[in-house]
């Protein structure tokens, strides 16, 4: 049981990392799509290992 809180807090991070990374991302790129940028957070959310 331990085991798993203890990954399932890293997954929070990660997630945490990813969100952020594309507001960032949304924020400072200026020729940046709405289409694009959905495109990049679902690829990085299936990389995250659950």
């Known amino acids: 049981m331990e085991r798993e809180h203890k990954g399932n807090g890293q997954n929070i991070v990660d997630f945490s990392q990813i969100v952020k990374k594309a507001?960032?991302?949304g924020m400072n790129e200026t020729e940046l799509t709405l289409e694009k940028l959905i495109e990049d957070l679902k690829a990085d959310l299936r990389?995250?290992?659950i």
Do not use: D, R
């Open 23 to 25: 507001y960032e991302k």
């Open 47 to 49: 990389n995250l290992v």
